[in-house]
């Protein structure tokens, strides 16, 4: 997984997508979306099906969007846009004649497989695309008709082909781990490892079933091994799990099965670049300590067309979501492109020493589903004595998918992974991990497992501390220790309605029909800034703090640092189930009634409105400190 889709890591979680669903706020399908499902208004059930599928087709593009803004290296990547495979075969059909085919009518117009893709594809064929797409998230009709042994372009930098690794390097095992994935894919990925790793090095392929329901994984995938293994004879095995247990698992299955010096765990849907492997085990060779990423590309879900992405580090922000990170000043400071990158975490995909990732305890199988597991074997690796590098001329080019086969919505098992990792790893900050997805650090009704065994195991390994992580590792991943109020907030005239930071983009708040996205999360700190909005906590971003622009009556919603730097009014006197009030202009903030029965939020002499926000920590919101 790069979580991948890290810029993968990227890829993306309906949760994800919800919030930018609504923070882009596609403000009428979000509206359509709340109103249409729990308030009865004045439709019919049809009328508010219909709605509500509109809502869901606007979700797909907001989940397309959502990677694209996940990414956050949109500017620094380089668009290829080489034809890296033929034209499908309807299309070479038609290229043949002289007549210009009839244009097609688009059947599926908003589907995100047709927006660059598909132009002239017959209408039969066209619903077989859709079929596939939606079962998978990528576009398996095309995959289908690619060569399995497509060339990729050579995405690394020149300097690479110039390295010389030693003769002598570890064999090499690769894990393909995979659930309901496409045959074509698996091939591909296959073939790739195959035909790009000196076959003295590669000493077995693994795949590893986590108990796909797609019959075509079965009979006809064994029927591919034995093709293959009659080319290269014990090259290919294959493992299954009789049960779904999630990716963590899955890795750690192929990793009991394989015996090569260092193993490479990657997605199924993968294609290894040329030389991918030599600095990978040359630099395990030279360090058994080191986990190792590679660096992505991307395989365009739709066309295939390879994106050649920018070098970045590998992180992640307190929700324990996956993201790229700039390379380190001293890294570039070396002025060699192809020393390898120390980096805060991985993205899913790794290679390491085989017998090392043993002893630091492998992934946790107490991870279910997907997420979390890398973040917490990043953290294990640094903080139990290893470290963790982006290598510069490995590179492995991964689809990122428009859509999960495997689960509609992640992000009841991404928050619960991620609260297992703060539990196990986080120490006295494991409340920035509550605070970023909305949850109270007591009660939180969420059952993480049992951690007695990674507790054990972080007392065994003599573990440094988180703070020590934070400090030596990671000094961009910014805690905030003063917040003392989080959470929705509610005027006590109308609970229906919450803080909300509006429509993106835009720096206006509004009161809004409460959800539990994260546009509605808050942040009072007792410094007195109020944060509208998700948590950013990264030095590089900004929070958005509420402000009184000190003219007019609209609040605003501004980047806390500047703000503070113009010395802006953004501090706030306020007390659960008080006013709030600028510490600067004495106005407060307050809702009005607007004529069509909504509700306005404005700055004005105070009229003793009161405000409540849902989570307090430590003594702040208890009633005898008032
Ligand atoms: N996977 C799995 N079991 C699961 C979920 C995912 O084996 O329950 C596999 C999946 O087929 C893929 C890898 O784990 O090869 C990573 O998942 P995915 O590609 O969906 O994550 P992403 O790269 O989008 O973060
Ligand atoms: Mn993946």
Redesign the pocket.
């Known amino acids: ?6 810029v ?5 979680v309906l949760v994800l997508a919800a919030n930018l669903f609504l923070e882009l706020r596609p403000k009428e399908a979000a509206q359509d979306l709340l109103q249409g499902g729990l308030h009865t208004r004045d439709g019919t059930v049809m009328a508010r099906l219909f709605r509500l599928e509109k809502a869901v087709q606007q979700l797909e593009e907001n989940m397309r969007l959502a990677g694209k803004q996940q990414a956050k290296v949109e500017d620094t990547r380089m668009k290829m846009n080489h034809e890296v495979h033929p034209a499908p075969k309807a299309a070479q059909g038609k290229a043949v004649e002289t007549k210009k085919p009839a244009p097609q009518k688009k059947l599926f117009p908003s589907s995100a497989l047709f927006q660059r893709w598909g132009e002239d594809l017959p209408e039969d064929e066209q619903k077989k695309a859709q079929d596939l797409f939606l079962r998978f ?1 990528y576009n398996v009709y095309l995959s289908d008709q690619l060569p399995l042994n497509r060339s990729l372009p050579d995405t690394r930098d020149s300097r690479c082909l110039q390295k010389v690794y030693p003769a002598q390097l570890p064999s090499l095992s690769v894990i ?6 496409a045959l074509s894919i698996i091939q591909r990925a296959i073939t790739s490892i195959m035909n790009q790793t000196p076959p003295w090095l590669l000493k077995e392929i693994i795949l ?1 079933d ?1 108990f796909s329901s797609n019959g075509e994984l079965k009979v006809h995938l064994d029927e591919k091994i034995e093709f293959y293994n009659r080319m290269s004879p014990g090259l290919l095995k294959i493992v299954r799990h009789t049960e ?4 963590a698992h ?1 890795r750690n299955l192929g990793w009991e099965a394989a015996t090569a010096d260092v193993v490479a765990i ?4 993968v294609e290894v670049n040329a030389g991918w492997a030599e600095p990978i085990l040359a630099r395990i060779q030279e360090d058994r300590t080191v986990i190792i990423s590679p660096v992505f590309d991307n395989i365009r879900f739709d066309d295939f067309k390879l994106t050649k992405y920018a070098l970045a580090v590998d992180g992640f922000n307190w929700e324990l979501w ?1 993201r790229y990170d700039p390379v380190p000043e001293s890294w570039i400071a070396l002025g060699d492109v192809t020393a390898p990158v120390r980096s805060p975490s991985i ?3 790794l290679a390491a020493n085989r017998l090392f990732l043993g002893e630091i305890g492998g992934l946790d199988d107490g991870m279910l ?2 997420g979390g597991e890398n973040v917490e074997l990043s953290l294990r690796v640094w903080q139990c004595g290893g470290k963790i590098e982006v290598l510069p001329c490995s590179r492995v080019a ?4 428009h859509h ?1 086969p ?2 509609l919505d992640l992000g009841a098992a991404l928050k619960r992974n991620a609260l297992r990792v703060a539990e196990i790893w986080m120490d006295e900050y494991r409340h920035m991990v509550y605070l970023a997805w909305n949850l109270p650090l007591q009660s939180s009704g969420i059952d993480y497992g049992d951690i007695s065994s990674r507790r054990a195991l972080r007392e065994k390994l003599k573990c440094k501390t988180f703070d020590w992580y934070l400090k030596n590792v990671y000094p961009v991943l910014k805690p905030i220790h003063d917040v003392v109020g989080y959470g929705r907030m509610k005027n006590s005239l109308d609970r229906g309605v919450c803080l909300d930071r509006g429509p993106v983009p835009g720096n206006t708040p509004i009161m809004y029909t409460c959800h539990e996205f994260s546009p509605q999360n808050v942040y009072y700190r007792l410094v007195g800034e109020l944060y509208v909005g998700p948590l950013v906590a990264e030095n590089y971003d900004s929070q958005h703090c509420l402000t009184d622009p000190g003219h007019g009556e609209k609040p605003t919603l501004e980047p806390c640092s500047k703000a503070a730097q113009s010395k802006l009014h953004i501090l706030w006197d306020f007390k659960q189930g008080g006013s709030v009030i600028n510490r600067d202009t004495r106005r407060c903030l307050e809702i009005t009634r607007e004529p069509l029965g909504t509700r306005g939020l404005v700055l004005r002499t105070c009229t003793a409105q009161v405000w409540e926000i849902q989570f307090t920590l430590g003594a702040w919101g208890r009633a005898d400190a008032l």
């Not at 393909?176 to 994935?181: A, N, R």
């Open positions: 997984m790069l979580r991948r889709n890290q993968l890591c990227l890829g993306l998230g393909l781990i995979f659930v309901d994935e590893v986590d779904r247990k999630g990716l899955a990657l997605d199924a849907h996956c993205m899913g995909i589903v997907y991964h689809v990122e998918r999960k495997y689960a």
